[in-house]
């Protein structure tokens, strides 16, 4: 018989909890598969009613499709289709069941006679139908819980093929298999009669009693715990998930983390006394607070907190706790509120204990267009030099009036003295910042525009840290070489040959041979070679090959389209 996996079964609606990307149609093609395969054994079930060798076959076989419709029951398959092979799968089982034991009872009522009969074949094979049909009528009185009558039926069948499996096979670790699955058919039986729930404690504790050791003792304690749970009891139900989740791993200490979460939230409902009430709070609050750092059960957290708390403004809301407001505002991020979610984080922030929670609210007030409410908060960072987004704070004081004044067509006066002292005061704060390279790109560009092109050369030379403004401020240096050197020779031409030349027309012609024949007017060719000289010498200075500066666009006026506005 196929055992290992009950042991897991018994666990997999806590893990299915925490499942919750499983395709649909990844799992409707599965139990498609399961149908084909069930279809095809058809027949054979037919000829395995009187060969016992083909009966074994087909009854492993049965036993593993089984533990494939319990995969297909958690997972996103509609309850019709379920239901429908179910009702295929539970009469293959219950014929092969059926007709076996027949053969035993009639094997031992030949022997009462007086004659001979093996029946330990037809016996053998009966119990190895029996065990998977139980597990069956378990998971289908799940899909028929909305009718009781049916549901129950089917538990107490499954109830009694536990329990002749128990009385008739010797192996302990059988024998605690098949425990487990009465006990969990009792506590689901408890629903409609809660004298089963005792039946039920009394078989989980009696699994337990052979040891942890077992594969059948993690499932039997949080078995246990659920059905504490189940009666009322939240508090011994959360110490004993609490108990269970220890040394569990992967999806199974997930699975049992949201639930000791569940149930100390339920506990913390249902409890009377507020000092108690106020005990399982706390208790529910630490258990997430020590996994805060781990982002898996972070996500455990805020997910049973979705679940379970109808109202988590009400629940954590008035509490001054810092780490109550930031997971206050994980939870209301984690829901799609993220107007509260902003006013929790910045409550979090003000503590001084959350400083990254400004941040979070600044990135939520942005994405919803609420700029008054990031331009509060970013001020307010921007003033704390030990904050660790201060920088950020000061560098989007710069950035938000920019692009407001960019939307207002350039043409916002006030707008434009905001982005330009806000620029300013980041440059003078964090010369060499992480955002310098935008800053100090606008306020060149601003000075170019004026007119002021040495000015605007000097801050074009120490833009670093993005390779798009790098680039471009090369050019636009250059750019600038070239209109201050085409200025001066105008006003040299001018003011007339006998007037002392510019100091940038002096330094421009400096280096060229005075013998050379000029075919061009001095504007021509005196600003060409200074603006193909500063450009060279640039582009040489950024280390770009000469094969890489021919395709270069940041070194030809003529391919401007990829700079920066």
Known sequence: MVYSRRTLLALVPLIALLILAVSFSAASASLGGLNSRLNGLESRVNEALSDPA??????????????????????????????????????????????????????????????????????????????????????????????????????????????????????????????????????????????????????????????????????????????????????????????????????????LELLRLRELFEAEKAA????????????????????????NEWAIALSAITQYVPDPVAEFGDSTDPFEKWLLASVLYFKHQPLPAAKYFTEAADTGHYP????????????????????????????QPGNPDAQWASYMRFKLPRLQWEHSGKSNAALEKQWVAAAEDYLKAYPRGQYSFEPRFRIAERLQKRGEYAEAIKQYQQVSGNPSYDFTAVFNAAECNYLMVANAEKAQDAAGKNAKPSPALTRSTASRRPSAPRRYSAASSTTRAAALSTCSRACRSTRVSRSTTARSPHCSPATRANTPR
């Open 54 to 255: 083909t009966a074994s076959s087909v009854i492993t076989q049965l036993d593993e499709a089984e533990g494939e419709f319990e995969e297909a029951a958690n997972s996103r398959n509609s309850r019709s289709e379920l239901i429908e092979t179910y009702l295929q799968l539970e009469s293959m089982l219950n014929r092969l069941y059926q007709a076996y034991q027949h053969k035993k009872d009639a094997c031992i009522a030949q022997i009462d006679a007086g004659g001979n009969c093996d029946y330990d074949q037809p016996e053998q094979l009966a119990l190895r139908a029996l065990y998977p049909l139980s597990w069956l009528h378990y998971r289908g009185a799940l899909l028929y819980s909305g009718d009781p009558s049916l549901a129950r039926r089917l538990l107490n069948q499954a109830i009694d093929g536990f329990t002749s499996s128990t009385l008739v096979i010797f192996s302990p670790e059988l024998i605690r298999e098949n425990l487990l699955g009465r006990a969990l058919c009792e506590r689901e039986l408890g629903k409609y009669d809660r004298q089963e729930y005792n039946h039920a404690i009394t078989d989980f504790k009696r699994i337990m009693r052979d040891g942890p050791e077992t594969r059948q003792y993690r499932p039997a304690k949080q078995g246990l715990a659920a059905t504490y749970a189940a009666m009322g009891q939240a508090g011994q139900a959360a110490k004993l998930s609490g108990e269970a989740a220890e040394g569990a791993s992967g999806q199974t200490r997930q699975g």
């Open 272 to 295: 009377t006394d507020p000092a108690k009430r106020a005990s399982f709070h706390r208790e529910a609050v630490e258990y997430i607070k020590a996994r805060q750092d781990d982002k």
């Open 356 to 383: 990254k929670a400004y941040k979070y609210a600044a990135d939520i007030y942005y994405s919803l267009g609420r700029i008054d409410l990031v331009e509060k908060l970013v001020d307010q960072v921007a003033k």
